[in-house]
């Protein structure tokens, strides 16, 4: 099993910049892709951005140009840094860990971390 700590939301003006980590609870399994989901209220859960192992990244075209994933592999953590803030940002932000051991695909999520966006 793995546990996922998220930490770094909160409330920040338009425009303003939040940093989000999520570190696994285990550093001795492979994670084939770490990545990032948000949920506002009345939607649906939506990907905002993921990275493999190997470093290759996708971005949501919401947020492509204003936020940058990056991953330790060492570690097991993964960054989110959210640059110029808008309101429709506001979600409760879930760290995902997908791996695949044989022929079997894991998920895991995080508790959720609350991201604001309000004047």
């Known amino acids: 099993q793995v546990q996922l700590v998220e930490s770094g939301g909160g409330l920040v003006q338009p425009g303003g910049s939040l940093r989000l980590s999520c570190a696994a609870s285990r550093s001795d399994l492979s994670i084939n892709a770490m990545g990032w989901y948000r949920q506002a209220p009345g939607k649906q859960r939506e990907l905002v951005a993921t990275?493999?192992?190997?470093?290759?990244?996708n971005y949501a075209d919401s947020v492509k140009g204003r936020f940058t994933i990056s991953r330790v592999n060492a570690k097991n953590t993964v960054y989110l840094q959210m640059n110029s803030l808008k309101p429709d940002d506001t979600a409760v932000y879930y760290c995902?860990?997908?791996?695949?051991?044989?022929?079997?695909?894991?998920?895991?999520w995080g508790q959720g971390t609350q991201v604001t966006v309000s004047s």
């Open positions: 990275i493999t192992s190997g470093g290759s990244v």
């Open positions: 995902n860990a997908h791996r695949v051991v044989a022929l079997s695909e894991y998920d895991y």
